[in-house]
T-cell receptor, first 113, second 116 residues
Framework: QQQVKQSPQSLIVQKGGISIINCAYE??????FPWYQQFPGKGPALLIA?????SEKKEGRFTISFNKSAKQFSLHIMDSQPGDSATYFC????????????FGTGTQLKVEL | NAGVTQTPKFQVLKTGQSMTLQCAQD?????MYWYRQDPGMGLRLIYY???????DKGEVPNGYNVSRLNKREFSLRLESAAPSQTSVYFC???????????????FGNGTRLTVT
């Protein structure tokens, strides 16, 4: 039972293009929504995160859009670069109770020249 | 700072063998976690320890045991390995002043385990 559904599974984008990854959740108790980036052979690392009381958060070329009523959030990577090629995971957490993160299934992004 | 250190990096086991995956963090974090990563399934929580002296089951605990040896170390044990436990295992710790809201998970670089 996947509490956080992520799509697409894989994505190929041309250099300079926009990469968009989508996630949806069911548990309305989630109150923290991070995105993690993982390079081959490494552990995931926090990329950007958002709280449900804001609709958008931007850090450099990375933007999270959050739609509380639809229970959806997405990651947009502007001006995608080959160095952005990695696996991206959305996640959600209920604060307290061990602060456990529930992850999506991951999106493998490849940015081509 | 080394962050989160996992050993070994690679391991091959035969069905029925046992082993312990080691994890240590040097960030003085209270909470530690074990995840497994499988293709198409993302990261799934096996066990976690909210603080020294406590451990709790996650989403997929069957076939595993854990020990929070002290604040720094959190080990994962496979008592009788099965092919279904072939996976990449990640240990993580949770930082921040209160270890809560907005605190990022810090991951190790994983242990790639194959059970034949």
């Amino acid at each position: 039972q996947q509490q956080v559904k992520q799509s697409p599974q894989s994505l190929i984008v041309q250099k300079g293009g926009i990469s968009i990854i989508n996630c949806a959740y069911e548990n309305t108790a989630f109150d923290y929504f991070p995105w993690y980036q993982q390079f081959p052979g490494k552990g995931p690392a926090l990329l950007i995160a958002i709280r449900p009381d804001v609709s958008e958060k931007k850090e450099g070329r990375f933007t999270i859009s959050f739609n509380k009523s639809a229970k959806q959030f997405s990651l947009h990577i502007m001006d995608s670069q080959p160095g952005d090629s990695a696996t991206y995971f959305c996640a959600a957490r209920v604060t307290g109770g061990g602060n456990k993160l529930t992850f999506g299934t991951g999106t493998q992004l490849k940015v081509e020249l | 700072n080394a962050g989160v250190t996992q050993t070994p990096k690679f391991q091959v086991l035969k069905t029925g063998q046992s082993m312990t995956l080691q994890c240590a963090q040097d960030m003085n974090h209270n909470s530690m976690y074990w995840y497994r990563q499988d293709p198409g399934m993302g990261l799934r929580l096996i066990y976690y320890s909210a603080s020294e002296g406590t451990t709790d089951k996650g989403e997929v605990p069957n076939g595993y045991n854990v020990s929070r040896l002290n604040k720094r170390e959190f080990s994962l044990r496979l008592e009788s390995a099965a092919p279904s436990q072939t996976s990449v295992y990640f240990c993580a710790s949770l930082g921040g002043i209160r270890g809560g809201y907005n605190s990022p998970l810090h991951f190790g670089n994983g242990t790639r385990l194959t059970v034949t």
